[in-house]
């Protein structure tokens, strides 16, 4: 096969990686593709049956080495992001919040639907302590509030 042709089926791959939530198999393909195009810029020349059974080998192996660590690499860099982990975090309501009732709070740069948990009024910008999450809403109590 012509290296360009390996190129060409690479970038295929990595789009394809890009564009299904495979969970990283065709990118480990796309790399042993980009390889054996490498090699043919670089003027190795193999027979088309060697090119096919050092693709597969590549590709294999690749992905047996190295497909459970990036897996594992992702999601331990996406760990951070459950909502019971917001516990404990500081927000602010956009506008007053009466006691039991739902308004808009800023966390985290986001605004989220917030429910007054405390027995007062909770003041637009006033620094309150997340005590729980309940789908995506926030219970909210003043900062200085004990439980």
Known sequence: MAWWAWLLLALFLFAGELLTPGGFWLIFFGVASLAMGVLGVAGVTLP???QWLLFTMLSVTSTLLFRKPLLARVQRSTAGSRPDELVGEIASPAAPIAPGAVGKAELRGTTWSARNGANREL??????????????QILLEPEGASR
């Open 48 to 50: 088309a049956w060697a």
């Open 123 to 136: 003041a637009a910008g006033e620094r309150c302590r997340v005590v729980r999450v309940d789908g995506l």
